[in-house]
């Protein structure tokens, strides 16, 4: 498998985050705003691949020839969350509007005085899930994250909430060392936040349809869930534009199983029925998407029209990545 988003270089540096991320909390948030469309402009004239890929993917999501405006949006949303990282990693949520739906569900679960996973993807924001704090101080919350994917942009926002770096569970580990450090922030009860939506070299994959074509997603966070027997709950954060998320919980499994007597296409409905979800909540905000890279594994580029080429359907089968 080709994993492009662990080979592209960063586009910024970290004299350059910081810098931003100190006028931002010096000046405010709107004033900070403006500088959002100078890095807008840099994206789309600087990076042709992340551009390719963003208009393979509108193609999909929109149901249509995406414009240069589409993609100029997209890289948009994609600055304007990056931004208010600074403000959601040292909890000023007050500068927001954030509207929570579904909290009921994982009030519940976490309830059961038991760990949880949650998993959330690179559509939107998943530190909007830093608002759970306004709901419940005593919850314990650790992210699973690769820190070392863009370790100058980890730097300056661990400044704003050490003790949230200090919790992090780092994905870039061996397997087993991840697997056992969730294992036990779930014993103690915590709400473990991980990623599933990019598998890396050397995972495992499970292919199902996502948007309309077959895409390759990690089967590993679906196996600790199931070897683990704890709930798991989907966290969608969604930048609306302004000061305004969407936060949806959704409870996926109380206890997740996979059939041993089928364990492949048991594994495979399961991944299937979250693309399903992600695809729903795509489509619903269709620019959050920030998965700038050939999701699709389509080993082909766009046209100059900026049409993806189309792949034959194939069924869903777990595999190892090459």
Not at 77 to 83: D, N, P, R, S
Not at 149 to 164: G, I, K, S, W
Request: charged share 25%; with cysteine; aromatic share 12%.
């Amino acid at each position: 498998m080709k994993q492009q988003w662990l080979d592209r270089p960063e586009a910024g540096s970290a004299f350059g985050y910081r810098l931003i991320s100190t006028f931002a909390m010096l000046c405010g948030r709107t004033a900070a705003r403006l500088v959002l469309f100078p890095i807008t402009a840099f994206f789309l004239m600087k990076r042709a691949p992340e551009r390719r890929a963003s208009r393979d993917y509108l193609q999909l999501a929109l149901g249509r020839k995406p414009t240069l405006r589409d993609v100029a949006k997209q890289f948009y949303t994609f600055a304007a969350v990056i931004l208010d990282r600074v403000f959601l990693l040292s909890e000023r949520f007050k500068r927001f509007d954030i509207r929570v739906h579904g909290l009921d569900g994982l009030r519940e679960q976490w309830d059961k005085k038991q760990g949880v996973l949650v998993f959330g993807s690179h559509l939107g924001s998943f530190d909007a899930l830093r608002v759970l704090a306004e709901f419940r101080k005593d919850v314990k919350v650790r992210v699973v994250l690769d820190t070392e994917q863009n370790p100058q942009l980890t730097r300056v926002l661990n400044a704003f909430n050490p003790e949230l770096a200090r919790s992090i569970i780092n994905a870039r580990q061996d397997g087993t060392v991840t697997a056992l450090a969730i294992k036990e922030a779930l014993d103690e009860a915590a709400l473990v936040t991980l990623l599933v939506d990019r598998a890396r070299p050397g995972n495992q994959v499970a292919i199902v349809d996502f948007l309309g074509r077959p895409a390759p997603f990690p089967t590993g966070p679906w196996q600790i869930a199931a070897a683990l027997k704890v709930p798991v709950v989907l966290c969608f954060g969604l930048y609306q534009g302004g000061n305004r998320y969407e936060l949806h919980f959704e409870v996926f499994a109380e206890t997740l199983r996979v059939e041993r007597a089928d364990r492949e296409a048991s594994l495979n409905a399961i991944i299937q029925r979250y693309a399903d979800r992600l695809a729903h909540y795509t489509r619903g905000a269709p620019y959050n998407w920030f998965n700038f890279y050939d999701f699709w594994q389509l080993n082909s580029h766009s046209d100059n029209s900026g049409s993806a080429r189309d792949v034959p359907p194939r069924p869903g089968v777990e595999r190892r990545s090459e």
